[in-house]
Structure formats: structure tokens, C-alpha cells
């Protein structure tokens, strides 16, 4: 996919309107994590070194309509902050007050707008509201990658109607998910986590031909175990996908490693009774909430002569201590390895950022749905849309 990007085209005296993606968790108007925030940093300097007139727009959380208390107003002083000026919030998202406060802005300036999907055409890709949202600039710079994967007007809609580009964040976005599924160094390992393995079959097929292991933990494993013939207790399980997992296992033959034993637990509490056990022995009423030593181990094992890791959802309910120590052996593991190493963004993002590692790895993923489409293979239409090199 070659794209251009930011340094492909003049912005100097341009107004530049650039989708960002900003939906930053809140509690009560603070913004708890700036990551999305800084993440875009490296773009917004470059258009303002350029001389370009930076027009920001971003989504914040699923309001129905105006909600105030969906506001991006905290990122506006957020962002000025970080950026050490002053960032200018506009009072909604288009219209006439809107077009003159785009015009009146200086080369070197920044303008906020509002909540992309206080607009109800936000999500429907409305042509009307992209023509409206492409007057605001001359040329548009797509940095928002967890949103490539939703065809919205201020992601293809409006890529359609002025010269499209992609920002730092995306162009490394492709680089690194790119060469995982196109030309990946082989040994490639995958790990895939999470709960569902309904969420990651897409992942699992498209794969299966590329990566030299798959590793599987989390709750989607609890579904292949009992596929096996298992007996896996109270633990989560997709009956739905039981069949799906049958015809995968036989697909991937020796590729795919299950666990061998689990940290189980007669609660889905943290402080609930817990034990490890090998995964034949779960005691009915109980519970698996996260990979045993051993299978830690022996994924680490295959881990050691990768040269490519893309790894996707937590090893067990890693939101609970008790149960959260797969998943850090785990992120530990890629943080010490000699390889390229990719984490798909959502759970596992968090994951390694809560174990202290994130700069020991190559990149981690800003999109948590826009990676496992991307590694499913699927275009994304946010990333279509941008001109082509």
C-alpha cells in the first residue's frame, strides 16, 4: 500500500484538515490517558513547521446527538498544553461560523472542531456533510488508524473530495501490519488472546499460511480445549464457535499451541479460590482465568528463535492482579526479544503498557479493530481512500 503521505505534498500557507483520533477516556471532564493524544504529536508539529493551518477533527465516545459531556473542550486545553500554544476550540463541527473561523486562521495555527459525531451524517458517510467538512481546508491528512477501518465522512468521505494523505501514525501503522501480512521474516509466531474466538477466526485463517505458530490463550482458548473433547468447567466458552475451532485445529495441525495447564478459580472474583491445574484436570464449578506456568514456558520457548511476533489479546482476565500473570510473562518475553515485534492494539496495547515495555518492543498498535482487520487481510476503507504514491 503506498500511500502518500504528509511529505508528499506543499502545505506551506494550506489549511490542512486532518483527522485525528482523540477518543480519550474521561472521568468526570478529566482526560484519564493522553496516549491518542501524544500519538498524533509527531504530524500536528510537522504541519506547523510547514506553515500549514492546522484544522483538527476527531470522534469522542458513541453520543446520540449534542452531548456536552462528550465534548472534545478538555483535549483542546489538553493538546495546547502539550503543544506549549494555544489550540482554538470551534462551538460545533461545520457551518457558516465554522467556515469563517477555518479562513481566519494563520499559517502555524490550531483549530479544534467538535465532536465529529454530534453530526448524525458522521457515521453514515453523508456526501453532504463531507462537502461541508471539505470546505473547512485545502488538502486533508488522515492520522486517526482506529478509525480506518469505518467508512465515516470524516474518514472517506471526505478523502474523496480534496487531495488525501496519510500522517506519521498511519504511514507506520502500514509499515509494520504490512509487512506482517504480506512479507513477514520468518520464524513468525502469532499469539491471539482475548475472550472470543469469534472476534479472531478472520485473524486465524488469514494466517494460517503465513505464521510458522500460532499460540492461543485467553478465554478463546477455553473454546478449543473443550473442541478437543475437554472438560473446562464454569470457564467461558463460545458453544457457536466449537465447530469453527474443530475445523481450525485440523486446518493448522501441529501450527496451533494450546495451553497445557491454567490458573483456575471457583469465583470471578480476584480474590476468589484459585489453583493450577493441567488443562484435562478442571474440576466442574470451576473456572480457567489465565495460562499456567508451564503453557507461559513453553510459549516463551517458541517465542526464542522468532524473528516476526504479532500478538493480540491478553492471555487471561488481566483487569484482575490474580490473574494477570500470563499476560506479563508474556509482554516480558517480547520485550526481550531480537525480533519485530507488533502488538495489536485494545487489550494488549494496555497490557504492555501497564508491564512497563512498550518501548521495548517495535510497535504497538493504536487501533484495536483496525489491526485485527488489517491482519484479517481486509482493506480498509479509511486507508483506500487516500491518493495513491
Known amino acids: 500500500m503506498d500511500k502518500k503521505t504528509v511529505r508528499d505534498i506543499d502545505l506551506q500557507g494550506k489549511r490542512v484538515l486532518m483527522r485525528v483520533d482523540f477518543n480519550v477516556p474521561l472521568d468526570d471532564g478529566k482526560i484519564t490517558d493522553d496516549t491518542r493524544i501524544q500519538a498524533a504529536l509527531p504530524t500536528i508539529q510537522y504541519i506547523i513547521e510547514q506553515n500549514g493551518a492546522l484544522i483538527l477533527m476527531s470522534h469522542l465516545g458513541r453520543p446520540q446527538g449534542v452531548d456536552p459531556k462528550l465534548s472534545l473542550r478538555p483535549v483542546a486545553e489538553r493538546l495546547g498544553g502539550l503543544l506549549g500554544q494555544k489550540v482554538g476550540m470551534a462551538p460545533a463541527v461545520v457551518g457558516d461560523e465554522i467556515e469563517a473561523l477555518a479562513k481566519a486562521l494563520k499559517p502555524g495555527e490550531v483549530l479544534l472542531l467538535e465532536n465529529t459525531r454530534f453530526e448524525s451524517g458522521e457515521t453514515k458517510n453523508n456526501s453532504e456533510l463531507a462537502e461541508k467538512l471539505a470546505r473547512l481546508g485545502d488538502v486533508y491528512v488522515n492520522d486517526a488508524f482506529g478509525t480506518a477501518h469505518r467508512a465515516h465522512a470524516s474518514t472517506v468521505g471526505v478523502a474523496e473530495k480534496l487531495p488525501a494523505v496519510a500522517g506519521f501514525l498511519i504511514e507506520k501503522e502500514i509499515k509494520f501490519l504490512g509487512k506482517a501480512v504480506a512479507d513477514p521474516e520468518s520464524p513468525y509466531v502469532v ?199
Not at 472476534?199 to 480445549?225: C, Q, R, Y
Not at 492482579?321 to 518475553?333: D, N
Not at 520485550?335 to 487489550?347: K, S, W
Not at 483496525?370 to 484479517?376: C, P, R
Open 191 to 389: 499469539i491471539l488472546g482475548g475472550a472470543k474466538v469469534s472476534d479472531k477466526i478472520g485473524v486465524v485463517e488469514n494466517l494460517l499460511n503465513k505464521a510458522d505458530t500460532i499460540l492461543i490463550g485467553g478465554g478463546m482458548a477455553n473454546t478449543f480445549l473443550q473442541a478437543k473433547g475437554l472438560e473446562v468447567g464454569e470457564s467461558l466458552v463460545e458453544p457457536e464457535a466449537l465447530e469453527t475451532a474443530k475445523t481450525l485445529m485440523a486446518q493448522a495441525g501441529e501450527k496451533l499451541v494450546l495451553p497445557v495447564d491454567a490458573v483456575i478459580a471457583d469465583d470471578f472474583t480476584n480474590d476468589a479460590n484459585q489453583q493450577v491445574v493441567t488443562v484435562d484436570h478442571v474440576p466442574p464449578g470451576w473456572r480457567i482465568l489465565d495460562i499456567g506456568p508451564e503453557t507461559a514456558a513453553l510459549f516463551k520457548n517458541e517465542l526464542a528463535e522468532a524473528n516476526t511476533v504479532v500478538w493480540n489479546g491478553p492471555m487471561g482476565v488481566f483487569e484482575m492482579p490474580s490473574f494477570a500473570k500470563g499476560t506479563y510473562a508474556i509482554a516480558e518475553a517480547l520485550a526481550g526479544l531480537d525480533a519485530v515485534t507488533i502488538i495489536g492494539g485494545g487489550d494488549s496495547a494496555s497490557a504492555i503498557n501497564q508491564a512497563g515495555v512498550a518501548d521495548k518492543v517495535s510497535h504497538v498498535s493504536t487501533g484495536g479493530g483496525a489491526s485485527l482487520e488489517f491482519l484479517e487481510g481486509k482493506t480498509l476503507p479509511g486507508i483506500a481512500a487516500l491518493d495513491e504514491k
